[in-house]
């Protein structure tokens, strides 16, 4: 439950380091719903390959932890941040950041 829990707050910070170094907006929280933890934010400008790569930092930080912890041993943390980083970008949902991503990439590419 644990490993659980640290890969969905680290996966949340992944977005708000993003947010943060991107410059792309101002993060008000974060947030937590039937649907699951969420950063609240509000974009600066509508700008698509900044909130792609907001969507994709927190995916990434999952399957980033997910190297580390099995190189150091931790097979259980590595397999809890594989999962729940290959869930979120693969998933074909609304909510999901893969899904997001590929909406932003395909929004800023038809501009």
């Known amino acids: 439950m644990i490993a659980l829990l640290f890969a969905l707050l680290t996966h949340e910070l992944g977005h708000i380091m993003a947010i943060l170094l991107t410059r792309a907006g101002r ?13 609240k934010w ?8 900044k909130r792609a790569v907001v969507s994709l930092a927190g995916p990434g930080m999952n399957l980033l932890l997910a ?8 097979e259980f943390w590595g397999l809890c941040n594989l999962i729940f980083g290959l869930t979120n970008l693969l998933l074909p949902f609304k909510q ?3 899904y997001r991503a590929l909406r932003m990439v395909l929004d ?3 501009q």
């Open 27 to 39: 993060v008000e929280g974060v947030v937590v719903s039937w649907k699951g933890f969420g950063v």
């Open 42 to 49: 509000n974009p600066y400008r509508h700008d698509p390959i």
């Open 67 to 74: 190297i580390l912890f099995y190189s150091v041993g931790m």
């Open 96 to 98: 999901a950041d893969g």
């Open 108 to 110: 800023g590419v038809s």
